[in-house]
């Protein structure tokens, strides 16, 4: 008793325990999910980030890199384009990038010449409907560096000064105040969509999201109207966003070209970067406008001028959109969680099922190894009756006592009938354990099973009449052939009948039939004995039990008929069933389906 509280105590620890263990497992992985989820939105902007910015290098190189004087303009110099033009290809990745390159001469005829790459030279070109377009943007302060329709890249070229230097920004206040410079020319720098589309913006897809840490994510870039231009997949949200085409100067390194700056004398230059770091703070600027800052650096000026205006256009004409392809990231996360839950509760539970199911295999295996030993001890019991019965019997013939035929005959007949009851028992185990370990053959024939019935009760019919049962038999005659062990079946009946007269005391009243009942066979054996309580009547047919009752009554059994009449009635394909009263009898039946 004291061991089995014990086991109760430790199993009920360990499943406290255990529930423990899945409380902080909830815990942990939340804040692991929270850790990652910072973690991964962090490295996502990063790489959004970065993805815009090598993608608007690639751009800005092939602005910065072509401003030239306006004097090289106005005398046609092409020496010094040229040389740019070989400097950009050797360094960019994409020398399919710029298609052509275009100058406009403003004024009251707008002359456009082409260059050729053949003859390094600017030719005299013929406008286009594409080229036409732009016009519009060449007048006036507000200047759009970017014509993302084509796209081309446009840069104005000024008249009087030299040393200009264009860049776009944004900021707060601007400050309205008209140029008061006057523009020579418009450089076009045409660019290809078809490389843009197809090489540099997969390029960078694959160099930024290639799904190597296991998170895997779709691309868009949309065009200023919002329709696509590039994209791994429809998207439906994004996690993270940049702008695309920019040419504001927290993105770019101011002065990349610095050859531009050659002439400006050093002081000078300093000072263009500490009045673009002063006035303009693009980390300020990004959320709140859309203004261009126009930077003077003339020749003879103590001081840069820095000019500040608004214009139409937005810095980055384009957009990428980053979605991940759980919908969101933070779906991700949470699919991840749940799935992380799921694998470490499933564990969890499996262990609290394991440790359950060891208590209890435990507990089975305490029971049957208790029932094995009541076994033994009531077999060597039920051994000892007839043993003693033939010893003294053998006894009293060896030394004589019994030396007329009719005692000599009653001794013989003692020790017939005890020995038979020996081997009977012996039998009973052997067919149990015959039958526990595969072994018992059945000889399955066509049979009849009134004959079953009647076999039986002959068998029987000394035990009955001894005890003064009185008997009722029903055996319908006509029943139909069943395919079975006759002698297996004749036994099975034998011991429900030895039940009922063992435990029939009482009204001392048994009945047997055997009836064709709905496709089965069904035979029953009834008794108005002592009867089975309800929570013993599913452990009735397990091998060695016996009831607390019999037990108690010191009737006497081994616990294994009823398991040997299972045993055969389900290797007929039957089953048998029981119904019981406490002290009013019980009934029990076998169905065999033919
Ligand atoms: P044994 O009779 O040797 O104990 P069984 O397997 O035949 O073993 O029966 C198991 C138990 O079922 C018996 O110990 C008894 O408690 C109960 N039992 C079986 N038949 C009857 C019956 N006809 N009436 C009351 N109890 C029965």
């Known amino acids: 008793m004291r061991r089995s509280w014990f086991s109760i105590i430790t199993v009920a620890v360990l499943l406290g325990l255990l529930v423990l263990l899945a409380a902080l497992q909830y815990k942990w992985l939340g804040q692991i999910s929270d850790r990652e989820r910072e973690h991964l939105h962090t490295r996502l902007n990063a790489d959004t980030k970065r993805f815009a910015e090598d993608f608007n290098r690639e751009i800005q190189n092939a602005y910065f890199n072509f401003q030239l004087p306006s004097k090289s303009w106005r005398e046609k110099n092409w020496v010094e384009f040229a040389k740019r033009y070989e400097f950009w290809k050797e360094k960019t990745e994409y020398d399919a990038l710029i298609t052509d390159f275009y100058f406009v001469e403003l004024g009251a005829e707008e002359k456009l010449s082409r260059y050729n790459k053949e003859k390094n030279a600017f030719e005299p070109a013929r406008w286009n409907a594409e080229l036409d377009a732009l016009k519009p943007r060449f007048a006036g302060d507000s200047f759009a560096p970017i014509a993302e329709e084509i796209p081309a890249l446009l840069m104005p070229v000024h008249d009087e000064h030299e040393g200009i230097k264009r860049i776009l920004a944004r900021s707060e206040n601007p400050i309205p105040r008209p140029m008061d410079l006057k523009k020579y020319g418009v450089l076009i720098v045409r660019l290809d969509a078809d490389v843009i589309k197809n090489e540099i913006l997969p390029a960078l897809a694959r160099k930024y999201f290639s799904g190597s840490d296991g998170a895997n994510y779709e691309l868009a870039v949309s065009n200023k109207t919002g329709e696509p231009v590039f994209e791994t997949q429809k998207l439906s949200a994004s996690d993270a966003s940049a702008k695309l085409f920019d040419l504001s100067p927290d993105t770019f390194t101011f002065f990349s070209n610095k050859e531009a700056l050659s002439s400006i004398k050093s002081e000078r230059k300093q000072m263009v970067f500490s009045q673009l770091e002063t006035k303009v703070n693009p980390a300020d600027a990004k959320e709140k406008g859309q203004t261009q800052v126009e930077l003077k650096v003339l020749e003879g000026d103590t001081k840069p001028r820095i000019r500040m205006f608004e214009s139409g256009e937005t810095p980055g004409a384009w957009t990428l959109n980053v979605q991940h392809t759980d919908g969101s990231l933070d779906q991700f996360i949470a699919n991840t969680r749940r799935k992380n839950l799921a694998i470490s509760f499933g564990i969890l539970s499996l262990l609290a099922v394991s440790v359950v199911l060891i208590f209890l295999s435990a507990q089975r295996a305490k029971l049957l190894a208790q029932r094995q030993m009541d076994f033994v001890s009531s077999v060597s019991h039920e051994f000892r009756t007839p043993l003693a019965v033939i010893y003294s019997a053998g006894e009293n013939l060896a030394d004589g006592v019994a030396n007329e035929q009719e005692k000599v ?3 013989g007949g003692l020790i017939k009938g005890e020995g038979k009851k020996l081997s009977s028992m012996v039998e009973q185990i052997l067919d149990f354990a015959g039958a526990n370990s595969g072994k018992r053959k059945f000889d399955f024939r066509q049979t009849n099973v009134g004959k079953v019935g ?16 009185e008997l009722e038999t029903e055996i319908d005659e006509n029943l139909p052939l069943i395919s079975a062990d006759e002698k297996a079946l004749t036994q099975a009946v034998q011991n429900l009948i030895a039940n009922a007269v063992k435990y029939g005391d009482g009204a001392k ?14 035979i029953a054996v009834e008794d108005k004995g002592i009867g089975i309580k309800k929570n013993e009547l599913g452990k009735i047919f397990e091998p060695f039990y016996r009831s607390k009752a019999v037990v ?3 009737i006497h059994g081994n616990g294994l008929g009823l398991s040997l009449v299972k045993q055969i009635v389900e290797a007929h394909g039957g089953k048998i069933t029981v119904e019981s009263e406490l002290g009013k009898g019980s009934r029990f039946t076998i169905e065999i389906p033919f």
Do not use: T
């Open 509 to 522: 009243w048994l009945h047997v039939s055997a009836r064709n009942g709905a496709g089965a066979i069904k």
């Open 552 to 554: 108690d009554e010191q």
């Open 454 to 469: 009647e076999a039986a009760i002959a068998e029987c019919r000394p035990m009955i009449d001894e005890k003064g049962f």
């Open 409 to 411: 005959s009653r001794y």
